[in-house]
């Protein structure tokens, strides 16, 4: 079993930064994908960002060149640095690690963490 510990949301106004955390602990296979995606209320879950053990990394539309993911790998964490937020950035925001194996994937989420927007 894998657990995902997120902190680092909160309010802040149009603007502002905010930086993500989640911490995986358990038995992780070295070949994973760690990401976040946000589901703001009334709307599907979707993809943030990504990135694979091996370095790539992914990012919506919505949020290149404003976010930043980034992964230690030796500590299992990714993060996800937020800048220039924006009101349609709010929703909750959960962690992912997807784990591979040579016959199966493993999927993990996080409990969620609110992150505010204000005009």
């Known amino acids: 079993q894998v657990q995902l510990t997120e902190s680092g949301g909160g309010l802040v106004q149009a603007g502002e930064s905010l930086r993500l955390s989640c911490a995986a602990s358990?038995?992780?296979?070295?070949?994973?994908?760690m990401g976040w995606y946000r589901q703001a209320p009334g709307k599907q879950r979707e993809l943030v960002a990504d990135?694979?053990?091996?370095?790539?990394?992914n990012y919506a539309d919505s949020v290149k060149g404003r976010f930043t993911i980034s992964r230690d790998i030796a500590k299992n964490t990714v993060y996800l640095q937020m800048s220039s937020l924006k009101p349609e950035d709010t929703a909750v925001y959960y962690c992912?690690?997807?784990?591979?194996?040579?016959?199966?994937?493993?999927?993990?989420w996080g409990q969620g963490t609110q992150v505010t927007v204000s005009s």
């Open positions: 992912n690690i997807r784990i591979f194996s040579s016959s199966s994937t493993y999927e993990y």
């Open positions: 358990g038995y992780i296979r070295s070949f994973n994908t």
């Open positions: 990135a694979t053990s091996g370095g790539r990394t």
